[in-house]
């Protein structure tokens, strides 16, 4: 038997062994593989750096915790990006578990980083709604008329931030991180017809189908899965040098870091075809010689 036959009958628990390592390592040491930034996550990028300390963007966590570590990152970085920019955030959610989890877990995070950031002045957290389209169409009206008071249980017409937004159409841009049809909805009814500039996060599975609403002009621009994600963390990281120390933590599981296990691992598994194809056609040719 061929040294390349031999490697075919190898113990797959190696291999198990191989992946788990491709990940842990890169997770704990950062590689740090370059980061080519496409033209959807960047005109995301450049449309906030347009906007000033009086603007709104109405941030959407459309995603639960089964999407968390691809749209996670992207809220982060859209955060970190509109807060070192001075742009104020209304946050909210449309999805159930975005509201309950993703949500306050994403807002408690970031704003951490900014302490000198004032609740009700710099961001709010509206929590969760339900009611779809329905609630979509009434908080792009009017905001109080779908969250009537924020989730610390407050007016909105005690916070200052929501006394100069009357519904999100006054707002300057509409981003939702999305899972399932909810980006949809957002280029549908509030692009379409209220002339909201919007963009869209969402899984790398969901991509493709945004891409036509990218290309109808219906959404300003996307990010697309992890990789969409990675694009804009760089991008706020060689901008702003005061989100670096964030982003260089490596027990946070960043899309960098994740785009690093990735690459990692694919090779790993490409080796392996590789290697699989080789020994196969080794074997053929030996059995006619």
Same mark, same amino acid.
């Given at each position: ?13 190696? @291999? ?22 496409? !033209?959807?996550?960047?005109?995301? %990028? ?14 959407? %966590? ?49 704003? !951490? ?9 710099? %961001?709010?957290?509206?929590? %969760? ?134 690459? @990692? ?5 490409? !080796? ?9 056609? !080794? ?7």
């Amino acid at each position: 038997m061929s040294n390349l036959a031999k490697l075919t009958s190898i113990d797959r628990r190696w @291999i198990f062994l191989l992946i788990g390592l491709g990940t842990l390592i890169p997770v704990l040491l950062p590689i740090g593989f370059p980061v080519r930034v496409t !033209a959807p996550v960047k005109q995301i %990028y450049d449309k906030i750096e347009t906007l000033g300390p009086n603007d709104v963007v109405v941030l959407s %966590y459309d995603y639960g915790p089964t999407t968390g570590a691809e749209n996670d990152p992207m809220t982060d970085a859209i955060l970190r990006h509109c807060f070192s920019h001075d742009v104020k955030v209304i946050a909210l959610a449309l999805y159930p578990l975005g509201g309950l989890t993703s949500l306050t877990a994403s807002i408690d995070r970031i704003t !951490a980083e900014f302490p000198d950031l004032e609740y009700g002045v710099d %961001y709010v957290n509206l929590g %969760y709604k339900d009611g779809g389209q329905a609630t979509m169409k009434l908080l792009a009206e009017d905001f109080s008329g779908a969250f009537p008071n924020d989730t610390h249980g407050t007016p909105l017409s005690n916070l200052p931030l929501m006394q100069q937004v009357k519904g999100a159409r006054n707002a300057q841009f509409a981003i939702s991180v999305a899972t399932g049809i909810f980006g949809e909805w957002w280029a549908n009814l509030i692009n379409a017809q209220y002339g909201l500039p919007i963009a869209v996060g969402c899984t790398a599975v969901s991509a493709p189908k945004y891409y036509a609403y990218l290309e109808a002009g219906q959404m300003l621009g996307l990010i697309g899965g992890l990789k969409g994600a990675s694009e804009y963390e760089q991008l706020v990281k060689d901008n702003y040098p005061n989100t670096r120390e964030a982003y260089a933590n490596p027990m946070l599981q960043t899309a960098s870091k994740g785009m690093d296990v990735q690459t @990692i691992d694919h090779l790993i598994i490409i !080796a392996f075809i590789v290697i699989g194809n080789l020994a196969y056609f !080794a074997d053929r040719r030996a059995k006619r010689a």
